[in-house]
């Protein structure tokens, strides 16, 4: 969360804000410019937060995101 938001309040919203990144990673092509395989982390961060702060309905609500594991298929 951004700085001096409240992380519980955006918690309670987790299933909306997963439901946003999933149609979003269907809206718009994640991949690589050169290597469709390959996942744009700066794309898909940019992406996902934009979804999920029109989710919250807050500018700035979620600022990070991380990628832990990617798995694509080959």
Request: with cysteine; charged share 30%.
């Amino acid at each position: 969360a951004g700085p001096g938001k409240d992380i519980w309040k955006y918690r309670e919203q987790q299933h909306f804000i997963r439901d946003a990144i999933v149609r979003a990673s269907h809206e718009v092509s994640l991949h690589q410019k050169d290597n469709f395989k390959k996942l744009d982390e700066k794309l898909a961060a940019a992406e996902c937060l934009k979804a999920a702060n029109a989710v919250v309905g807050e500018k700035d609500a979620l600022v990070t995101m991380t990628f832990t594991q990617i798995a694509s298929r080959t």
